[in-house]
Protein backbone atom coordinates (compact mmCIF):
# COMPACT_ATOMS: atom_id res chain seq x y z
CA UNK A 1 0.00 0.00 0.00
CA UNK A 2 2.53 2.78 -1.16
CA UNK A 3 5.64 1.40 1.08
CA UNK A 4 8.71 -0.44 0.10
CA UNK A 5 11.61 -2.18 2.08
CA UNK A 6 14.21 -2.28 -1.57
CA UNK A 7 17.02 0.32 -1.53
CA UNK A 8 16.28 2.20 -4.16
CA UNK A 9 18.71 6.03 -5.13
CA UNK A 10 16.64 9.59 -3.60
CA UNK A 11 17.40 12.56 -2.19
CA UNK A 12 13.49 13.98 -0.33
CA UNK A 13 15.81 13.70 2.84
CA UNK A 14 18.79 15.26 3.80
CA UNK A 15 21.76 15.39 6.64
CA UNK A 16 23.11 18.75 8.19
CA UNK A 17 23.02 20.84 6.04
CA UNK A 18 26.71 21.94 4.53
CA UNK A 19 25.63 25.44 3.72
CA UNK A 20 24.57 27.57 7.21
CA UNK A 21 21.67 29.21 5.80
CA UNK A 22 19.72 26.25 4.90
CA UNK A 23 19.14 23.15 6.31
CA UNK A 24 15.65 20.48 5.38
CA UNK A 25 15.33 19.51 8.62
CA UNK A 26 14.84 23.37 10.15
CA UNK A 27 12.58 24.54 7.09
CA UNK A 28 9.15 22.99 6.87
CA UNK A 29 7.88 21.48 4.07
CA UNK A 30 5.77 24.67 3.70
CA UNK A 31 8.43 27.31 3.90
CA UNK A 32 10.12 27.44 0.25
CA UNK A 33 12.80 30.35 1.17
CA UNK A 34 16.52 30.39 0.59
CA UNK A 35 15.83 28.34 -3.11
CA UNK A 36 17.29 26.90 -5.02
CA UNK A 37 18.58 24.25 -3.22
CA UNK A 38 20.49 21.21 -4.33
CA UNK A 39 20.46 17.41 -3.34
CA UNK A 40 24.51 16.19 -4.17
CA UNK A 41 22.63 13.36 -5.67
CA UNK A 42 21.45 15.33 -8.46
CA UNK A 43 25.05 15.16 -9.97
CA UNK A 44 24.25 11.50 -10.76
CA UNK A 45 21.45 12.76 -13.27
CA UNK A 46 22.70 13.69 -16.85
CA UNK A 47 20.55 16.06 -17.02
CA UNK A 48 21.73 18.37 -14.45
CA UNK A 49 24.42 19.24 -16.53
CA UNK A 50 23.44 22.23 -18.77
CA UNK A 51 26.36 24.05 -21.13
CA UNK A 52 25.19 27.18 -21.98
CA UNK A 53 26.70 30.26 -24.51
CA UNK A 54 26.73 33.63 -22.70
CA UNK A 55 26.20 36.69 -24.34
CA UNK A 56 28.83 37.78 -26.72
CA UNK A 57 28.99 41.43 -25.60
CA UNK A 58 29.73 42.74 -29.11
CA UNK A 59 32.05 39.81 -30.17
CA UNK A 60 30.94 38.94 -33.87
CA UNK A 61 29.97 35.12 -33.42
CA UNK A 62 28.14 33.52 -36.33
CA UNK A 63 28.78 30.09 -34.92
CA UNK A 64 28.66 28.97 -31.68
CA UNK A 65 31.75 26.67 -30.66
CA UNK A 66 31.01 22.82 -30.53
CA UNK A 67 32.46 20.70 -27.98
CA UNK A 68 33.93 17.21 -30.28
CA UNK A 69 31.81 14.81 -30.10
CA UNK A 70 28.49 16.17 -28.94
CA UNK A 71 26.64 17.06 -25.85
CA UNK A 72 26.66 13.20 -24.46
CA UNK A 73 30.67 13.56 -24.72
CA UNK A 74 30.84 17.01 -22.77
CA UNK A 75 28.42 15.76 -19.75
CA UNK A 76 29.80 12.38 -19.93
CA UNK A 77 32.96 14.09 -19.27
CA UNK A 78 31.83 16.24 -16.43
CA UNK A 79 29.74 13.57 -14.76
CA UNK A 80 33.21 11.73 -14.88
CA UNK A 81 35.21 14.05 -13.33
CA UNK A 82 32.57 15.10 -10.76
CA UNK A 83 30.75 12.30 -9.62
CA UNK A 84 34.06 10.33 -7.50
CA UNK A 85 34.06 13.56 -5.68
CA UNK A 86 30.22 13.50 -4.16
CA UNK A 87 29.95 11.57 -1.07
CA UNK A 88 27.73 10.36 1.85
CA UNK A 89 27.21 13.57 4.33
CA UNK A 90 28.48 16.45 2.53
CA UNK A 91 24.84 18.04 2.89
CA UNK A 92 22.85 20.11 0.76
CA UNK A 93 24.25 22.24 -1.61
CA UNK A 94 24.16 25.60 -3.95
CA UNK A 95 23.22 25.52 -7.66
CA UNK A 96 27.21 26.57 -8.77
CA UNK A 97 27.83 28.03 -12.09
CA UNK A 98 31.52 27.72 -13.64
CA UNK A 99 32.16 30.41 -16.54
CA UNK A 100 35.12 29.95 -19.12
CA UNK A 101 36.14 30.80 -22.40
CA UNK A 102 36.58 28.26 -25.44
CA UNK A 103 39.60 29.73 -26.80
CA UNK A 104 40.31 30.17 -30.87
CA UNK A 105 42.58 26.66 -30.55
CA UNK A 106 39.52 25.02 -28.87
CA UNK A 107 40.91 25.35 -25.53
CA UNK A 108 39.04 26.66 -22.08
CA UNK A 109 40.70 29.57 -20.55
CA UNK A 110 39.36 32.09 -18.00
CA UNK A 111 37.79 28.93 -15.73
CA UNK A 112 36.20 31.15 -13.31
CA UNK A 113 34.03 29.89 -10.26
CA UNK A 114 30.37 32.71 -10.11
CA UNK A 115 28.60 30.76 -8.28
CA UNK A 116 29.72 28.36 -5.48
CA UNK A 117 28.37 25.08 -4.54
CA UNK A 118 28.59 25.77 -0.65
CA UNK A 119 31.13 23.12 -0.61
CA UNK A 120 35.15 24.37 -1.80
CA UNK A 121 36.45 20.43 -2.49
CA UNK A 122 33.25 20.35 -4.81
CA UNK A 123 33.53 23.80 -5.94
CA UNK A 124 37.75 23.15 -6.68
CA UNK A 125 36.42 20.25 -8.85
CA UNK A 126 33.95 21.88 -10.96
CA UNK A 127 37.06 24.58 -11.83
CA UNK A 128 39.27 21.43 -12.29
CA UNK A 129 36.28 19.22 -14.23
CA UNK A 130 35.97 22.02 -17.04
CA UNK A 131 39.86 23.23 -16.99
CA UNK A 132 40.85 20.02 -18.17
CA UNK A 133 38.15 19.60 -20.82
CA UNK A 134 39.09 18.30 -24.39
CA UNK A 135 39.20 20.28 -27.13
CA UNK A 136 36.03 21.74 -29.09
CA UNK A 137 36.06 23.04 -32.35
CA UNK A 138 36.17 26.88 -31.97
CA UNK A 139 33.10 29.77 -32.65
CA UNK A 140 33.73 31.16 -36.15
CA UNK A 141 33.00 34.91 -37.52
CA UNK A 142 31.48 35.74 -40.52
CA UNK A 143 34.10 35.49 -42.36
CA UNK A 144 34.89 32.01 -40.81
CA UNK A 145 38.04 33.12 -38.77
CA UNK A 146 38.05 31.22 -34.99
CA UNK A 147 37.30 33.65 -32.18
CA UNK A 148 36.67 33.05 -28.65
CA UNK A 149 33.25 32.80 -26.70
CA UNK A 150 32.27 32.74 -23.35
CA UNK A 151 30.23 29.53 -21.55
CA UNK A 152 28.87 29.03 -18.29
CA UNK A 153 28.42 25.58 -16.85
CA UNK A 154 25.93 24.71 -14.39
CA UNK A 155 24.06 22.13 -12.07
CA UNK A 156 20.54 22.38 -12.00
CA UNK A 157 17.85 20.45 -10.45
CA UNK A 158 14.24 20.83 -11.31
CA UNK A 159 12.23 20.53 -14.73
CA UNK A 160 8.92 19.75 -16.42
CA UNK A 161 7.47 16.68 -17.11
CA UNK A 162 7.56 15.77 -21.07
CA UNK A 163 6.00 13.34 -23.54
CA UNK A 164 5.97 9.52 -22.37
CA UNK A 165 8.40 7.64 -23.71
CA UNK A 166 7.97 4.42 -25.73
CA UNK A 167 7.82 1.73 -23.38
CA UNK A 168 10.47 -1.07 -23.69
CA UNK A 169 10.48 -4.60 -22.94
CA UNK A 170 12.64 -5.52 -19.67
CA UNK A 171 15.38 -7.96 -20.17
CA UNK A 172 15.15 -10.43 -17.71
CA UNK A 173 18.50 -11.24 -17.37
CA UNK A 174 19.62 -7.83 -16.08
CA UNK A 175 18.60 -7.74 -12.49
CA UNK A 176 16.13 -4.84 -13.17
CA UNK A 177 14.04 -4.43 -10.47
CA UNK A 178 9.87 -5.65 -11.03
CA UNK A 179 8.01 -3.10 -12.81
CA UNK A 180 10.81 -0.39 -13.52
CA UNK A 181 12.11 0.90 -16.30
CA UNK A 182 15.15 3.55 -15.49
CA UNK A 183 14.39 5.64 -19.23
CA UNK A 184 10.92 6.01 -18.30
CA UNK A 185 12.08 7.30 -14.44
CA UNK A 186 14.23 9.71 -15.97
CA UNK A 187 12.28 11.13 -18.67
CA UNK A 188 8.86 10.97 -17.51
CA UNK A 189 8.31 9.71 -14.14
CA UNK A 190 4.95 10.54 -13.47
CA UNK A 191 1.87 11.98 -14.73
CA UNK A 192 -0.27 14.94 -12.71
CA UNK A 193 -3.84 15.19 -13.47
CA UNK A 194 -6.20 17.36 -11.24
CA UNK A 195 -9.77 18.46 -11.90
CA UNK A 196 -12.47 20.22 -9.15
CA UNK A 197 -16.11 19.14 -8.94
CA UNK A 198 -18.83 20.47 -6.78
CA UNK A 199 -19.51 19.16 -3.37
CA UNK A 200 -22.23 21.14 -1.95
CA UNK A 201 -23.48 24.84 -2.11
CA UNK A 202 -20.07 26.74 -1.24
CA UNK A 203 -17.99 23.68 -1.56
CA UNK A 204 -15.69 22.03 -4.09
CA UNK A 205 -13.51 18.95 -4.12
CA UNK A 206 -10.10 19.20 -5.59
CA UNK A 207 -9.05 15.65 -6.99
CA UNK A 208 -5.41 15.05 -8.01
CA UNK A 209 -4.09 12.03 -9.48
CA UNK A 210 -0.14 11.12 -9.45
CA UNK A 211 0.21 8.52 -11.98
CA UNK A 212 3.85 7.29 -11.81
CA UNK A 213 6.17 5.37 -14.26
CA UNK A 214 9.08 3.50 -14.30
CA UNK A 215 9.65 2.70 -10.94
CA UNK A 216 9.40 7.04 -9.60
CA UNK A 217 8.09 7.61 -5.75
CA UNK A 218 7.87 10.08 -3.78
CA UNK A 219 7.26 11.00 -0.08
CA UNK A 220 3.81 11.09 0.87
CA UNK A 221 2.37 14.50 2.37
CA UNK A 222 1.52 12.35 5.30
CA UNK A 223 5.28 11.47 6.45
CA UNK A 224 5.85 11.86 9.73
CA UNK A 225 8.94 13.54 9.07
CA UNK A 226 9.21 17.13 8.17
CA UNK A 227 10.67 17.17 5.02
CA UNK A 228 10.94 19.76 2.06
CA UNK A 229 10.46 17.73 -1.06
CA UNK A 230 7.09 15.75 0.36
CA UNK A 231 4.47 16.23 -1.76
CA UNK A 232 2.19 19.62 -1.17
CA UNK A 233 0.02 21.54 -2.90
CA UNK A 234 -1.45 25.24 -1.98
CA UNK A 235 -2.99 28.38 -3.15
CA UNK A 236 -2.22 32.05 -2.30
CA UNK A 237 -3.50 33.36 0.86
CA UNK A 238 -6.47 35.26 0.20
CA UNK A 239 -10.39 34.96 1.58
CA UNK A 240 -12.38 33.78 -1.76
CA UNK A 241 -11.11 30.54 -1.93
CA UNK A 242 -10.37 28.43 0.77
CA UNK A 243 -8.43 24.90 0.95
CA UNK A 244 -9.06 22.80 3.78
CA UNK A 245 -5.51 21.39 5.60
CA UNK A 246 -7.51 17.94 5.96
CA UNK A 247 -7.31 15.75 2.58
CA UNK A 248 -7.77 12.23 1.88
CA UNK A 249 -4.86 10.10 0.35
CA UNK A 250 -6.25 7.07 -1.36
CA UNK A 251 -4.55 4.55 -1.00
CA UNK A 252 -3.14 5.87 2.25
CA UNK A 253 0.27 5.05 1.64
CA UNK A 254 2.50 3.12 4.61
CA UNK A 255 5.63 3.62 6.50
CA UNK A 256 8.75 1.89 4.86
CA UNK A 257 12.60 1.52 5.03
CA UNK A 258 14.72 3.24 2.03
CA UNK A 259 18.54 2.70 2.64
CA UNK A 260 19.99 5.70 1.31
CA UNK A 261 23.76 7.14 1.72
CA UNK A 262 22.15 10.24 3.10
CA UNK A 263 18.41 9.64 4.50
CA UNK A 264 18.06 7.47 7.73
CA UNK A 265 15.03 5.96 9.17
CA UNK A 266 11.63 5.31 8.12
CA UNK A 267 9.07 7.39 5.98
CA UNK A 268 6.13 7.14 3.71
CA UNK A 269 6.70 7.06 0.60
CA UNK A 270 4.47 5.99 -2.29
CA UNK A 271 5.49 4.17 -5.65
CA UNK A 272 2.10 3.56 -7.01
CA UNK A 273 -0.68 5.53 -8.69
CA UNK A 274 -2.60 7.80 -5.65
CA UNK A 275 -5.33 10.07 -5.86
CA UNK A 276 -5.82 13.23 -3.49
CA UNK A 277 -8.70 14.70 -2.45
CA UNK A 278 -9.04 18.76 -1.18
CA UNK A 279 -12.01 20.59 -0.01
CA UNK A 280 -12.42 24.21 -1.59
CA UNK A 281 -14.74 26.33 -0.19
CA UNK A 282 -15.63 29.13 -2.20
CA UNK A 283 -16.59 32.54 -0.27
CA UNK A 284 -17.68 34.90 -3.07
CA UNK A 285 -19.30 34.50 -6.15
CA UNK A 286 -17.81 37.45 -8.11
CA UNK A 287 -15.41 36.48 -10.88
CA UNK A 288 -12.10 35.24 -9.16
CA UNK A 289 -8.15 34.11 -10.22
CA UNK A 290 -6.50 32.37 -7.38
CA UNK A 291 -2.86 31.18 -8.46
CA UNK A 292 -1.41 28.11 -6.59
CA UNK A 293 1.39 25.41 -7.52
CA UNK A 294 2.30 21.46 -6.30
CA UNK A 295 5.29 21.11 -5.10
CA UNK A 296 7.29 17.66 -4.46
CA UNK A 297 10.62 15.54 -5.32
CA UNK A 298 10.25 12.80 -7.39
CA UNK A 299 12.42 9.81 -6.99
CA UNK A 300 15.59 8.64 -8.55
CA UNK A 301 15.49 11.39 -10.63
CA UNK A 302 16.02 13.48 -7.82
CA UNK A 303 13.80 16.93 -9.09
CA UNK A 304 12.10 18.92 -7.39
CA UNK A 305 9.43 19.77 -9.28
CA UNK A 306 6.85 22.73 -8.94
CA UNK A 307 3.86 22.45 -11.15
CA UNK A 308 1.74 26.13 -10.74
CA UNK A 309 -2.39 26.29 -11.87
CA UNK A 310 -4.91 28.69 -11.61
CA UNK A 311 -8.62 28.46 -9.94
CA UNK A 312 -10.69 30.26 -12.11
CA UNK A 313 -14.24 31.53 -11.17
CA UNK A 314 -16.49 32.95 -13.82
CA UNK A 315 -20.21 33.76 -13.64
CA UNK A 316 -20.05 31.09 -11.24
CA UNK A 317 -18.48 28.32 -12.28
CA UNK A 318 -15.24 26.85 -10.87
CA UNK A 319 -12.14 25.65 -13.14
CA UNK A 320 -8.82 25.12 -12.23
CA UNK A 321 -6.14 25.16 -15.00
CA UNK A 322 -2.71 23.91 -15.17
CA UNK A 323 -0.15 27.27 -16.30
CA UNK A 324 3.54 26.97 -17.04
CA UNK A 325 5.65 24.35 -17.54
Given at each position: ???????????????????????????????????????????????????????????????????????????????????????????????????????????????????????????????????????????QDA?????????????????????????????????????????????????LLF????????????????????????????????????????????????????????????EGM????????????????????????????????????????????????????????????????????
Amino acid sequence: MGSFSIGRPGCSDGTKAAIPFFDPFVHTSGSFTQEPWLDPLVFFSRKAYVVDALPSGGQAVTTSAVFVGGRDSLVSHLKGAILPHIVPGMGWLKPPVVEFTVGTQGEAANVTLVATSGHAGLDAQLVQAVTAMPRWNPAQDAKGGAVAQRFAFRVLQGGCDGPPPAVRAKDAGTGQLPGTDPRAAQEHPYDLLFTVKKAGDKTYTLITTMKLHGGSYYASPNCSRDLKGKFHVEVAEQEQVIMAKRFQEIPLALEGMLHHPVVQGPLDWIDQDTRYEHILTVNTKEDVDVPGSYRFTIEPRCTLEEIPFVIKQRSGVLTMERVGC
